[in-house]
T-cell receptor, first 115, second 118 residues
Framework: DTGVSQNPRHKITKRGQNVTFRCDPI?????LYWYRQTLGQGPEFLTY????????KSRLLSDRFSAERPKGSFSTLEIQRTEQGDSAMYLC?????????????FGPGTRLTVL | AQKITQTQPGMFVQEKEAVTLDCTYD???????LFWYKQPSSGEMIFLIY??????QNATEGRYSLNFQKARKSANLVISASQLGDSAMYFC???????????????FGTGTSLTVIP
């Protein structure tokens, strides 16, 4: 495996249902990020993990959103009681701890559609 | 407040010509990093180039170069010898770095759609 993987790639759900997405980062990367991207916009930061610790969480993130990274490897993002406004592409990215660029490698994303 | 501004929603360039995509940023932090990403229609985000706030020389990566003007808070991307495969959305992003374990957030602009004309 040479990249970040995300599952599922697409999710269609009804309003009010809970959904969970999974992200598997590049194995040696200790930093993991979740973003949301809507059509015509750049990615919007949601939350950030260093190993298993959730160090940053956007103030825009509703209490319906929760993310975990229990063993410092894969991460899950759960949205409870989904709303139509949650429809977006959810991107996961990972990076190594480096003195330099800390470039992020992105996964293919999970596209959520809330009906 | 942290902010990235990309004022060009769409750009066109003739194949083999150079093109500059504009990016300005706003931060009060002294230490930060600036990135450019490419997002083709397939959706994946591809890292292109990085410039650190303390780097004195402009970053270059192959056909990509970053015109970093710190006093003006601009970090424009220059693509030389454009190719048809360069047609995509381009996002400028900024990473702030308050401390080793905190403040490591990324902020993205709204993007510029580049179309390379044969």
């Amino acid at each position: 495996d040479t990249g970040v993987s995300q599952n599922p790639r697409h999710k269609i759900t009804k309003r009010g249902q809970n959904v969970t997405f999974r992200c598997d980062p590049i194995s040696e990367h200790n930093r993991l990020y979740w973003y949301r991207q809507t059509l015509g916009q750049g990615p919007e930061f949601l939350t950030y993990f260093q190993n298993e610790a959730q160090l940053e969480k956007s103030r825009l993130l509703s209490d319906r959103f929760s993310a975990e990274r229990p063993k410092g490897s894969f991460s899950t993002l759960e949205i409870q009681r989904t709303e139509q406004g949650d429809s977006a592409m959810y991107l996961c990215a990972s990076s190594r701890r480096l003195a330099g660029g800390n470039e992020q490698f992105f996964g293919p994303g999970t596209r959520l559609t809330v009906l | 407040a942290q902010k990235i501004t990309q004022t060009q929603p769409g750009m066109f360039v003739q194949e083999k010509e150079a093109v500059t995509l504009d990016c300005t940023y706003d931060t009060s932090d002294q230490s930060y990093g600036l990135f450019w990403y490419k997002q083709p229609s397939s959706g994946e985000m591809i890292f292109l180039i990085y410039q650190g706030s303390y780097d004195e020389q402009n970053a270059t990566e192959g056909r990509y170069s970053l015109n970093f003007q710190k006093a003006r808070k601009s970090a424009n991307l220059v693509i030389s010898a454009s190719q048809l495969g360069d047609s995509a959305m381009y996002f400028c992003a900024m990473r702030t770095f308050v401390g080793e374990n905190t403040g490591n957030q990324f902020y993205f602009g709204t993007g510029t759609s580049l179309t390379v004309i044969p």
